[in-house]
């Protein structure tokens, strides 16, 4: 780390005070994070990403540090919650009817079963969350061994179940059962702007041809899901310490 740090300064022209005035700590202090001795904090490592215009990714690299993993750990520490719903009636709203958009373009598909869904709901979620810094439908997600799951996704499967508004199916995908959902109503669109309409498109296209298996095997390399505890809800703010493998984001055309 030390020496990609040393790297990353000396191309953009810094010099040791200027270091030290940027991340908040002493002249001293700056010297054992060059040398290795002392460990650059994940609030200077953000510091320093704004001022240079670049994303923490490209200060620590592919490798997220421990004590990263442990601040972000630190920043998570939320109470166990019931399996409710608890967002607001506009998000369970979004949440509905981008369920129903994408399943009505793709549910059809083989590979499209509760496992796949699943992962493009939390891209479509965390994917906008990284390039917008907004929700797109705000749902909780929760680390599991096979990747992220959609917390209220039971809930409000149920309801629009008994709203007649998805139809659930049973079949088989290489010898493997598969719950399948099928739209019986058409989303209501208006509830998306142009951009997050847009932006579910993009993620449905990336993904849509992709097996459980690979969808599951690219969310365990996602930071987010890295950096939470089994059977914890995924926090949102760790997409800004994505790497370069799953950061949606074009860091380098922003200014400071």
Same mark, same amino acid.
């Given at each position: 780390?030390?020496?990609?740090?040393?790297?990353?300064?000396?191309?953009?022209?810094?010099?040791?005070?200027?270091?030290? #005035?940027?991340?908040?700590?002493?002249?001293?202090?700056?010297?054992?994070?060059?040398?290795? #001795?002392?460990?650059?904090?994940?609030?200077?490592?953000?510091?320093?990403? $704004? &001022?240079?215009?670049?994303?923490?990714? =490209?200060?620590?690299?592919?490798?997220?540090?421990?004590?990263?993993?442990?601040?972000?750990? $630190?920043?998570?520490?939320?109470?166990?919650?019931?399996?409710?719903?608890?967002?607001?009636?506009?998000?369970?709203?979004?949440?509905? /009817?981008?369920?129903?958009?994408?399943?009505?373009?793709?549910?059809?598909?083989?590979?499209?079963?509760?496992?796949?869904?699943?992962?493009?709901?939390?891209?479509?979620?965390?994917?906008?969350?990284? !390039?917008?810094?907004?929700?797109? &439908?705000?749902?909780?997600?929760?680390? /599991?061994?096979?990747?992220?799951?959609?917390?209220?996704?039971?809930?409000?499967?149920?309801?629009?179940?008994? =709203?007649? !508004?998805?139809?659930?199916?049973?079949?088989?995908?290489? /010898?493997? =059962?598969? &719950?399948?959902?099928?739209?019986?109503?058409?989303?209501?669109?208006?509830?998306?702007?142009?951009?997050?309409? /847009?932006?579910?498109? #993009?993620?449905?296209? !990336?993904?849509?041809?992709?097996?459980?298996?690979?969808?599951?095997?690219?969310?365990?390399?996602?930071?987010?899901?890295?950096?939470?505890? #089994?059977?914890?809800?995924?926090?949102? $703010?760790?997409?800004?310490?994505?790497?370069?493998?799953?950061?949606?984001?074009?860091?380098?055309? $922003? &200014?400071?």
């Amino acid at each position: 780390m030390s020496s990609k740090l040393q790297s990353l300064v000396s191309s953009h022209g810094l010099s040791q005070s200027k270091l030290a #005035e940027v991340i908040g700590v002493s002249r001293p202090t700056v010297s054992k994070i060059l040398s290795g #001795e002392r460990e650059l904090q994940m609030s200077e490592a953000k510091s320093l990403a $704004e &001022t240079l215009g670049i994303s923490t990714a =490209e200060i620590y690299g592919d490798v997220i540090p421990v004590a990263v993993k442990l601040k972000l750990e $630190e920043n998570k520490k939320i109470e166990k919650q019931e399996e409710r719903v608890v967002l607001s009636s506009a998000n369970v709203d979004k949440f509905e /009817n981008a369920f129903l958009y994408i399943t009505q373009k793709i549910g059809a598909l083989p590979n499209i079963g509760q496992t796949v869904l699943y992962k493009i709901l939390y891209f479509c979620d965390f994917d906008y969350y990284e !390039k917008y810094e907004e929700q797109l &439908t705000g749902a909780r997600y929760q680390r /599991n061994h096979y990747g992220p799951t959609p917390i209220e996704f039971g809930e409000i499967l149920k309801q629009m179940i008994v =709203e007649k !508004k998805i139809e659930v199916v049973k079949s088989s995908f290489f /010898n493997h =059962e598969q &719950t399948k959902y099928m739209p019986r109503v058409s989303p209501d669109l208006s509830v998306f702007s142009g951009q997050e309409l /847009n932006h579910i498109d #993009e993620v449905v296209e !990336k993904l849509k041809n992709k097996t459980a298996k690979e969808l599951s095997d690219l969310s365990h390399k996602d930071v987010p899901w890295i950096t939470t505890s #089994e059977g914890k809800i995924i926090d949102y $703010e760790s997409v800004f310490y994505r790497t370069a493998e799953t950061s949606v984001r074009d860091y380098g055309n $922003e &200014t400071a």
